[in-house]
């Protein structure tokens, strides 16, 4: 084999990979077509609007900047790519309270008006796609005040002190002396006698963020899963 042929098999071989995992995704995906729902098949009419939070962009850019998502995925695989609708309340809860079972893979409009989707690199630690879901439910009354002492260091959680290996984040926080009244939102954590720890506006925002994760509204049929069918854990 010359050069020539050598040279123009590997930039075959780099470019055809290149066209089908980012140009073809991409002009696919800028531009998603609307999903209407199916009269008598979904429970609703009209077009399918995925849920948006806008005051969460900043936390989604902390979260990011921090690289939460080398060890946490946001994605809840479809079944024949794994058994995430399966796992405890990765993709939803399989007993919500109010709606019943609320699991469904994920779709990209999940990630509609983001850089770039947060999917993960690894998943060390749990999925995240419905981590606001689970907290909510798991700490009704404290929600914040517990995904803070989380964020400032999860060895404060005795749930998962002995095992867990995730970094806190102590500089998203701020050690300020009591004034008054303690803080709601202190962290419980040592310091100095006078003093206690808050949330910075980063550690804000990204709390406003992860409580955000709750990616189990109803979608079409076309783009859902059947649970007595495909899931037979459910």
């Not at 005051?55 to 995430?84: F, I, K, M, S, W």
């Not at 998943?123 to 400032?152: K, V």
């Amino acid at each position: 084999m010359n050069f020539r042929n050598f040279a123009i098999g590997l930039t075959a071989s780099f470019g055809l990979a290149w066209l089908a995992v980012v140009v073809v995704p991409f002009f696919t995906m800028r531009d998603l077509a609307p999903v209407a729902f199916q009269e008598g098949i979904d429970a609703q009419t009209g077009i399918y609007h995925p849920k948006t939070a806008g005051r969460v962009v900043n936390g989604y850019e902390v979260y990011a900047e921090n690289g939460c998502y080398l060890c946490h995925t946001q994605v809840a695989r479809p079944t024949y790519a794994g058994n995430d609708l399966g796992r405890p309340d990765f993709a939803g809860l399989s007993a919500d309270p109010d709606r019943g079972d609320t699991r469904r893979e994920s779709n990209p409009f999940d990630y509609l008006g983001l850089d770039f989707a947060p999917i993960g690199v690894t998943r060390s630690g749990p999925d995240l796609m419905n981590y606001g879901r689970r907290l909510l439910r798991d700490h009704p009354a404290d929600a914040e005040s517990y995904l803070y002492r989380r964020l400032y260091n999860p060895r404060l959680d005795p749930a998962v002190a002995a095992w867990s290996n995730c970094p806190g984040l102590p500089f998203l926080f701020e050690k300020k002396e009591i004034k008054g009244q303690r803080s709601d939102r202190a962290v419980d954590a040592e310091v100095k006698a006078g003093y206690e720890i808050v949330p910075g506006p980063k550690a804000k925002a990204l709390a406003s963020y992860l409580m955000s994760l709750q990616h189990d509204d109803a979608v079409p049929a076309s783009m859902n899963y059947a649970p007595a069918t495909t899931n037979p854990e459910g």
